[in-house]
Nanobody, 121 residues
Framework: QVQLVESGGGLVQPGGSLKLSCAAS????????MGWYRQAPGKERELVAR???????TYADSVKGRFAISTDNAQKTLYLQMNSLKPEDTAVYYC???????????????WGKGTLVTVSS
């Protein structure tokens, strides 16, 4: 069973930076999609950024130019560098992987439990 664990959240002042990490454990044969989503209080979960096989990235309009998604060389750990943070970026951030555990496995979605980012002075 694959597990995803986020880290790096916390309290930051407006204009500040944070870097989130998502570490994966368990058997992974192939990852198709990796992404970050967020959910603010009273709102639906929304896509922040994602990266697909081959390296193509997608960002929400609200974070373009401020956030950057990346992976490590082994492409199992996911990062989100967040700069110029705004109060409206306050949310629980979740990492998401779409992957196959073994060559014969079906594609399955996995989610982390989330890490809270609070942007406030």
């Amino acid at each position: 069973q694959v597990q995803l664990v986020e880290s790096g959240g916390g309290l930051v002042q407006p204009g500040g930076s944070l870097k989130l990490s998502c570490a994966a454990s368990g058997s992974i044969f192939k990852i198709n999609v990796m992404g970050w989503y967020r959910q603010a209080p009273g709102k639906e979960r929304e896509l922040v950024a994602r990266i697909v096989t081959g390296g193509t990235t997608t960002y929400a309009d609200s974070v373009k130019g401020r956030f950057a998604i990346s992976t490590d060389n082994a492409q199992k750990t996911l990062y989100l560098q967040m700069n110029s943070l705004k109060p409206e970026d306050t949310a629980v951030y979740y990492c998401y992987y779409q992957l196959r555990e073994r060559y014969y496995s079906r594609t399955t979605d996995y989610w982390g439990k989330g890490t809270l980012v609070t942007v406030s002075s």
